[in-house]
């Protein structure tokens, strides 16, 4: 790979691209970061969104306009991002936490103790923003307990910290706010990342522009005009998620560069949904292909198969 190449994949590494309902959704969060900061008001809510569709770049990009700095004799942590363990526990989410905060024992002392610290911890290092992501693990787990129990911790920890705070994840998150109604009190904002939608005319014209976007970044002409048929393909080979749109313009500028090909052409872009969407869409089952039939790639198998929540009954 050149030097030309690597700066282009490092662009789409890098680049945050703001479509409105991410820039909607950021000030959202970022309002209930002044507002603490500013007046000490605690401003809490949930963020919901499918996989890929830019939660976690979310909170990166908020991290990186509040960023963490350190004073004479402590850490300065505007905004704590806390990663839910994939079986989170009062445990494994406090230790978590303190280890955020710079704490060098964080695993040591009871949970009473760790909680103790840990509201110590948000004061010294003047936290303003919590943010929990991978929320579904709450529920992912199918055990009983666990999640009532590190919910009502969660809840209380908040309550006690004095900083706003953000539950983010898949859908399925909302989950824990249905069990746990004082949670639910105070997560009764929402804020939606959701896939653009073909069916809604503002949301295709927002995902056209993140796509012409998206061929400007590749830095490489053209092969004729970006058509609505071109557009539609598009949709029907990202399901209008972000995290598909981003792979699939990478893998269509390394077909194109492989094969030596000037531009960016449909044919690239049929051989790239092989190679990082789905390696058995060929033919009617590619979105790029003369031969596609125009149906949803919904079915199972597919990859928009979208697997149903199983709802435990906890
Ligand atoms: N606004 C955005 N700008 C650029 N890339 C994005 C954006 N949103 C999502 N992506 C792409 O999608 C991928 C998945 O995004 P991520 O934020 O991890 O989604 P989620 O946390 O909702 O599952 C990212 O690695 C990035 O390539
Ligand atoms: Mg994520």
Known sequence: M??????VLSKFNHRVIKHPQFESAFSKIEEAYQLN???GFQLNLICIGMSGTG?????RRLVKKYPESYAKDRKIVPVLVIDTPSLPTVKNMAEGMLFQLGDPAFFKGSAVDKTGRILNYIKSCQVRLIIFDEL?????????AAPRQVSD????LIDQSGSSAVLMGLE???YILRINEQLRRRFSRRVDLKP????????FRDFTKVIKGLYRTADMPLSGKLSQDLFKRWHFATNGIMAYMVNLIISAYQVAQREGYASIHQECLEQAFIESIWSEGEGRLNPFSKS??????IKPGMPFHKIETKELAI
């Open 2 to 7: 050149n030097k030309e190449q690597l700066a």
């Open 37 to 39: 900061d500013e007046i």
């Open 55 to 59: 939660k976690s770049t979310l909170k």
């Open 136 to 144: 579904q693990h709450f529920i992912d787990q199918g055990s009983r």
């Open 153 to 156: 911790w969660l809840k209380t």
């Open 172 to 174: 399925q998150s909302e």
């Open 196 to 203: 653009f939608s073909i069916a809604c005319s503002s949301s």
């Open 292 to 297: 596609f039939n125009f149906n949803r790639l």
